[in-house]
């Protein structure tokens, strides 16, 4: 079994659409990596991931979240394959959603205590 973990924030607005019937969310991370380098130097690296989401999930996500907004998820790790107008082979690595936590909290009352909300999504959904 593959399984990714992230924390990250959302480059841009989640896009949310149906596929049969069924919500799926698709929205990019930009992921952090900090290096220190042999002689002490500090370095950061930022990393653009792609991710979707489905069914209960998916509307959690579009509902509360935004751009810039802090998310972690654990997902696993997805090949697409096609072949381009050209007749080119391409390919492409996306991140099925499988668990999530939303750090924004933007959707409580200021009265209530602030927890973080985490879902999982469901894995016997199908994609198609």
């Keep these: 079994m593959n399984n990714c973990h992230f924390i990250g924030r959302l480059v841009q607005d989640p896009e949310l659409t149906d596929v ?24 950061k690296k930022v990393d653009y991931l792609d991710f979707e989401a489905w069914d209960s999930g ?6 509360y979240c935004s751009k810039g ?3 972690a ?8 394959k096609w072949t381009d107008k050209d007749g080119n ?7 099925r959603v499988n668990k999530f936590k939303l750090f924004n909290n933007r959707f409580q009352n200021d009265n209530e205590e ?3 909300v985490t879902s999982q999504a469901r894995s016997d959904a199908a994609p198609f």
């Design 73 to 80: 998820v654990m997902a696993c790790a997805r090949q697409d």
């Design 89 to 95: 082979r391409r390919s492409k690595i996306k991140f």
């Design 20 to 43: 049969n019937e069924t919500s799926v969310v698709r929205f990019t991370l930009a992921v952090n990596e900090y290096r220190k380098s042999k002689d002490g130097e500090k370095s």
């Design 114 to 116: 602030r927890e973080p």
């Design 58 to 63: 998916a509307t959690t996500i579009d509902r």
């Design 69 to 71: 907004d802090e998310i």
